[in-house]
């Protein structure tokens, strides 16, 4: 049974950092894209950012890039997305995704979610 597990939420002053972290199980983890997704109230989950197999394939939504980075630790079946200068409209709640994909940016390409970590960026 396949369980991706996110944690690191919270609540945190505009300009500040959090990272997120999703632990997975059940998977071979290694040959799985993961990505972060994300759904503030009223809205469309959306893409936030994607790494593949390969540590070196990172891709991210306009929205974040140069504020949030995406990483992995194969020997952990962790993925991170290091969040910094957030800002109160990237408050919603993370969600975590594993799939066998090319079409990082699309949420129907993945397989596997987790159940989401709520960040609240207040101003």
């Known amino acids: 049974q396949v369980q991706l597990v996110e944690s690191g939420g919270g609540l945190v002053q505009a300009g500040g950092s959090l990272r997120l972290s999703c632990a997975a199980s059940g998977l071979t983890f290694s040959i799985y894209a993961m990505a972060w997704f994300r759904q503030a109230p009223g809205k469309e989950r959306e893409f936030v950012a994607a790494?593949?197999?390969?540590?070196?394939?990172?891709y991210s939504a306009d929205s974040v890039k140069g504020r949030f980075t995406i990483s992995r630790d194969n020997a952990k079946n962790t993925v991170y997305l290091q969040m910094n200068s957030l800002k109160p409209e990237d408050t919603a709640v993370y969600y975590c995704a594993a799939g066998r994909t090319f079409y990082f940016n699309t949420k129907g390409s993945y397989a596997y979610w987790g159940q989401g970590t709520q960040v609240t960026v207040s101003s």
């Open positions: 790494i593949g197999q390969s540590i070196l394939s990172t």
